[in-house]
């Protein structure tokens, strides 16, 4: 049952088995593949790594004083800060 869990925790969404798969592998009408995603799997998936990058570059101070010294300007954007991101720690 774990190496199913694994494999449906795949970083790569095509990589991942489908339900009917999954039900099948528990029900045991289909073997469980041996492979089984590695830990830098993770560590090597894009979107990680930029909230990782975001996490480790902290908030800009340049744009923080520029937003405060112009208080007739609208900001219409939406932006995502370092401290909007949980640290992610593998188990």
Excluded: W
């Excluded at 469980?32 to 998936?45: A, G, K, L, N, Q």
């Excluded at 744009?63 to 112009?70: E, G, L, P, W």
């Amino acid at each position: 049952m774990v190496k199913v869990g694994l494999l449906c925790t795949n970083a790569s969404p095509t990589l991942r088995p489908t339900m009917s798969e999954v039900v099948s592998m528990l029900e045991g009408r289909m073997d469980i593949p041996d492979m089984v995603p590695e830990p830098s799997t993770y560590s090597d998936d894009l979107r990680f790594k930029a909230m990782r990058d975001l996490r480790q570059q902290g908030p800009n101070p340049t744009s923080i004083r520029s937003q405060a010294h112009n208080p007739t300007s609208i900001n219409t954007s939406s932006s995502a800060s370092s401290q909007d991101f949980y640290e992610i720690v593998p188990e």
